[in-house]
């Protein structure tokens, strides 16, 4: 049971990842909770509302998202995933790029569809990262 969990959880990070880098607005609706919590590496907390205005107003844009170090963890109708992501793109217009470590909650719908209902991101500095 917990690797279809865990097969499911992987497939919609990755529908998240790709509707991230393409601004699918149509797709983030259908990932991300109502509910939505996610702190930004600034401490600035964001509703799914901003996150989705971010995007369709083309005020975030990405150019690359490349997931590694993932790790899952599974708790009945959630799951937990921590990713370092090595992203590129521009904010307001203006380019950066930058390794990021993301924390998601995803919660299960009686629909059994995953939303994220929780984030968090940081900035990884490279003497914390070979710390752990």
Do not use: C
Not at 12 to 27: I, Q, Y
Not at 73 to 82: I, K, L, M, P
Not at 98 to 112: A, I, P, S
């Amino acid at each position: 049971m917990p690797h279809k969990v865990e097969t499911a959880i992987a497939e919609v990070e990755e529908r998240l990842r790709l509707a991230m880098l393409a601004s699918d607005t149509v797709a983030l609706n259908e990932l991300i909770s109502p509910d939505l919590v996610f702190t930004n590496h600034v401490g600035q907390v964001l509703s799914k509302e901003v996150d989705l205005e971010l995007h369709k107003s083309g005020t975030i844009r990405f150019q690359q998202l490349i997931p590694s170090e993932t790790v899952v963890t599974t708790h009945g109708q959630f799951a937990v995933v921590s990713v370092r992501m090595s992203v590129a793109g521009t904010f307001a217009g203006t380019p950066f790029s930058e390794n990021f470590r993301y924390t998601r909650v995803w919660r299960q719908l009686e629909t059994k569809t995953w939303q994220v209902v929780a984030g968090h991101m940081s900035v990884v500095h490279e003497e914390a990262h070979s710390a752990g």
